[in-house]
């Protein structure tokens, strides 16, 4: 019995390393399926776990927002202005990506975005507030013409009083965010040339968030990476409305790049 005792504990001594060996080589193993798992679980591709929520997440989203309330615009320009943070305005988003195509040969994939909001009643307020707020539509024609002549300046000045149009508006939260409203100077927009009025798109109504309601347009086409290609990561931005620079800047600046 006293000559095996050492050898009992080299068998053990033995066996605790082996199992130590088999250990770090299972976890060794593991973190490689894991990654691989994991990998093929945020790649994006068809049958792939990610996709499913990426397409059409589940998860609620909320858009909120704040407004402010001009509250003695009356008394303009002699008070200064008392804004009144009026809000959050809360809007459930959904959001699903639309006309996915898959481009097999650089990994990548094009789509729209199509988003809607559906005003969530446990905002505070609602969308009936009457708001006043500067008269954004009248402050853009002012603000266009900062470089003009006294004459052209004291011409649109008399046409924005013909026009009625004050330094405020009073609209409800509704017109103000997704509906929009009219008004007289739209319409005389749409009759100038593009150069008078800085080559902005005609439009009817103005509303912060106008015609953005179940919109494929409000963010574009966009074409992304898919995480196949070793060592890229899933929805890396390739080119956006099929370019890959943007015209808003010039240079390395404009450049889209994945890093
Ligand atoms: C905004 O201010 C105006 C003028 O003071 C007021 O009549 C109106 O009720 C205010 N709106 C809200 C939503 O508080
Ligand atoms: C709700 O809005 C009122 C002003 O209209 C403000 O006094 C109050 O703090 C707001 N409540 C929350 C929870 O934001
Ligand atoms: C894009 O998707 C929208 C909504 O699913 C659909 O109405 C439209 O026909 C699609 N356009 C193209 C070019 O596939
Ligand atoms: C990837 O391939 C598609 C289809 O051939 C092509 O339309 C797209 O421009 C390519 N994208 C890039 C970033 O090269
Ligand atoms: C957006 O459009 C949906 C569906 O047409 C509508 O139910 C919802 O009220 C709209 N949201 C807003 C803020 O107008
Ligand atoms: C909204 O508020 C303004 C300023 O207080 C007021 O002149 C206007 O009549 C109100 N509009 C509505 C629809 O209550």
């Known amino acids: 019995m006293r000559g ?44 792939s776990r990610s996709f499913k929520e990426w397409e059409a997440p589940s998860v609620p989203l909320y ?93 649109l000045s008399m046409g924005l009083a013909m026009f009625g149009q004050k330094v405020s508006v009073s609209k409800t939260a509704r017109e103000l965010l997704f509906d929009g409203y009219e008004d007289p100077l739209l319409d005389l927009a749409k009759s100038l040339p593009p150069s008078t009025t800085g080559g902005a798109p005609p439009v009817d109504r103005f509303g912060w968030f106008y015609e953005r309601n179940n919109s494929m347009d409000t963010e574009g086409h966009m074409e992304v990476t898919t995480g196949k290609t070793r060592g890229t990561l899933p929805g890396q931005i390739l080119r956006w409305n099929y370019l890959d620079r943007l015209p808003y800047y010039e240079g390395e600046c404009s450049k889209v790049r994945q890093e």
């Open 4 to 47: 095996r005792t050492p050898r009992w504990r080299w068998l053990v001594a033995g066996g605790g390393a082996l199992l130590a060996v088999a250990a770090l080589g299972s976890a060794l193993a593991w973190s490689l399926i894991f990654d691989s798992v994991l990998a093929s679980q945020m790649e994006l591709s068809p049958s």
């Open 63 to 155: 858009f909120e927002i704040f407004l402010y309330n001009w509250t003695n615009a009356a008394e303009f320009p002699e008070e200064k202005p008392n804004l009144v943070q009026l809000g959050p305005y809360r809007f459930r988003e959904h959001r699903r990506h639309v006309n996915v195509t898959w481009h097999k040969n650089n990994d990548s994939i094009a789509y729209r975005t199509l988003r809607s909001w559906i005003f969530d009643p446990t905002s505070n307020g609602t969308l009936q507030d009457n708001i006043t707020t500067l008269n954004v539509i009248a402050a853009s024609a002012v603000f266009r013409s900062r470089f003009w002549g006294f004459f052209q300046q004291k011409g």
